[in-house]
């Protein structure tokens, strides 16, 4: 029961609500135990329990260990110190610890991070690979063409997402912030009136037929007087949040839009690293009617992080993402990176591109939703870090308003159409739906977008069928046969989920 563990560690706390946690867990009487000898926490547990959940109660909880999440965590304990208060501020964390969900390889936009650490430099956190070269290919199947760049990484960073967030779990921790990796926030808390009351972690121990099995455990109710959801792209929570309160037809947004972003880390020969190295691609292997392209940053430590971008409304449904990306390693541009190479890292995750015009209207009653959960992901930039975290202290200053000036939640909403946030989603508006015409058309429309008009157009273009509709029947396309993997650039999908540490149990 290594998510017991995880809380049980947490008795060096001195803080109310921590004790709660930890006597909630302890009441619970053992089946059965097997403890290390030179250990106080067992290593192995069964717990039994009764249907009841156990409660306990803090000011602000969020859901979501990201970057989001952890600044509006670290802001909130800011502006107690500030003001001479103290909010009690619980985070949530799905994965085994914080950090464990982030697939390494960013670039980087300090920004925001700016704004809330400016003594970031000095207290070492992770960032250290300045952006040393910006390029941009569009490629044919055996060709590389170099076309200006579109992007501006002057200033920014290639990092470690992962390693971030756990540097900033550390900080938010040292301003009293409680953070409890392993739970997975399963249920949305009402009180009578449909407000938000906080979330519901989910039961453990369930048979596949649903039934309890002996190690089974009723999850918790954690709640709080407001609730910040920062799931990531397409929460669970957040989903349902916005269909109960019917949050996009309150902002007047569009339907969201998805791409699936694979990812593989490797370390290379060192002749051929190239620290601070950005390279993006358009064009193969995909065809000319799927969005999507390609990135391959040069990290430290003889790492590069490469991968591939498919917009998630592609026509074609014999296409298969994972098999583009195999075949995009064997491009002869790419390809010469990997040899002598070992792949050290797999991933995948989806990425909101709606932008713009598929914000919801943020807050609901009790809370509010941000970060990707709630789609900042400026899409020309291929960067939504930046916006997360200042939406995240943006959430913050409006929760802390709450409580300290009798506001609401509102604020959230009003303070982001008059931020930063605001102005670059709204001059990138018409990047992504251009492209909705086909890879030729939306180059033109964006290039024209961003290098005469600067984001001014009057019009806004809409993003048209939803990402499931576009897909078209089997029989107006014929099936895609992928070469077999070679086990050397390519690979097979139990390889890949091997390297991503997948688990799973067997009923």
């Known amino acids: 029961m290594f998510k017991l563990s995880s809380l049980l560690f947490k008795s060096k706390s001195k803080s109310k609500n921590a004790l709660t946690i930890i006597r909630t867990f302890n009441n619970l009487q053992p089946c059965n135990a097997s403890t290390h000898a030179n250990s106080r926490v067992p290593i192995s547990r069964n717990f039994c329990t009764a249907p009841e959940r156990d409660s306990i109660e803090y000011d602000v909880v969020i859901v979501g260990a990201g970057p989001a999440g952890l600044s509006a965590a670290i802001r909130l304990k800011q502006l107690c110190r500030e003001n001479d208060t103290d909010l009690s501020v619980c985070v949530l964390e799905k994965g085994s610890e914080v950090g464990a969900h982030i697939l390494s390889g960013n670039v980087f936009e300090p920004r925001a ?7 970031w430099k000095q207290q070492e956190a992770p960032i250290s690979t300045p952006v040393s070269s910006d390029k941009f290919w569009f490629l044919t199947k055996n060709r590389a063409i170099s076309l200006p760049s579109p992007f501006d990484n002057k200033g920014n960073y290639v990092i470690s997402l992962s390693q971030l967030v756990r540097w900033m779990g550390a900080k938010a921790e040292e301003l009293g912030v409680e953070i409890y990796p392993g739970f997975a926030a399963s249920e949305i808390l009402y009180d009578s009136d449909n407000k938000v009351i906080g979330i519901g972690t989910n039961d453990m ?35 349902q949040i916005m269909k109960k309160y019917n949050l996009r037809e309150k902002g007047g947004a569009e339907h969201q839009t998805y791409a699936l972003g694979i990812k593989e ?28 392209g390609s990135f391959l940053y040069h990290m430290k430590d003889r790492q590069i992080s490469l991968g591939l971008v498919v917009a998630l409304n592609y026509q074609n449904p014999f296409m298969n993402p994972y098999e583009e990306f195999q075949k995009f390693k064997h491009h002869p541009a790419i390809k010469p990176f990997l040899e002598g190479g070992t792949v050290i890292q797999y991933g995948a995750r989806t990425l909101n591109e709606g ?67 605001w102005e670059e989603l709204y001059k990138s508006r018409n990047y992504r739906p251009a492209f909705k015409y086909g890879l030729i058309p939306g180059l033109a429309l964006s290039g024209l ?52 540490k997948v688990a799973w149990l067997n009923f």
């Open 449 to 500: 977008e961003h290098y005469i008009l600067k984001g001014r157009h009057p019009i806004t273009l809409k993003h048209g069928k939803p990402d499931h509709e576009a897909t078209n029947a089997a029989e107006l396309h014929s099936p895609i046969h992928y070469p077999k993997p070679d086990g050397v650039f390519s690979f097979d999908v139990p390889t890949s989920l091997h390297r991503y």
């Open 113 to 119: 991070l700016d704004e809330l650490l400016p003594q």
């Open 355 to 421: 932008g713009f015009q598929s914000v919801p209207y943020p807050v609901f009653p009790g809370g509010a939703i941000v970060g990707c959960s709630a789609g900042f992901l400026n899409v020309p930039k291929i960067k939504g870090t930046h916006t997360a975290m200042k939406s995240g202290m943006l959430a913050a200053e409006a929760a802390f308003g709450v409580f300290n000036e009798g506001l609401d939640m509102n604020t959230y909403w009003d303070a982001l159409r008059n931020s930063w946030i």
């Open 205 to 239: 121990g369930i048979s596949k037929d649903g039934s309890k099995k002996e190690t089974f455990q009723r999850g918790v109710e954690v709640k709080g007087q407001i609730t910040l959801l920062s799931e990531g792209c397409r929460g669970s929570l957040s989903e």
């Open 265 to 292: 880390v490797w370390e290379i020969d060192e002749e051929k690293h190239q620290p601070g190295a950005v390279l993006h691609t358009l064009g193969w292997p995909l065809d000319h009617k799927t969005y999507g």
